[in-house]
């Protein structure tokens, strides 16, 4: 089973970005420009909410979603 771990977009370490750029490079599913690290972090920018859900399994990701919480706190 694997391991989730959240963090805020803006929080992300080199390793995680390279993660995050890696896990775009391997598949198609991350081919949308809203997966873009850019773009990303001019979300973030306006956004600071904006977290990012990695899945990793042996310690590594196999996927992510960015998302924000909802005003209710879900």
């Not at 977009?9 to 390279?18: E, F, H, K, N, P």
């Amino acid at each position: 089973m694997g391991r989730f771990v959240v963090t805020g977009w803006s929080d992300l370490d080199a390793q995680a970005r390279r993660a995050w750029i890696g896990l775009r490079a391997e598949s198609d599913a991350y081919a949308s420009p809203f997966y873009d690290p850019a773009y990303l972090d001019a979300l973030a920018e306006v956004r600071p909410d904006l977290e990012v859900l990695f899945v990793q399994e042996g310690g590594r990701s196999v996927a992510a979603l960015p998302f924000q919480r909802d005003g209710f706190g879900g």
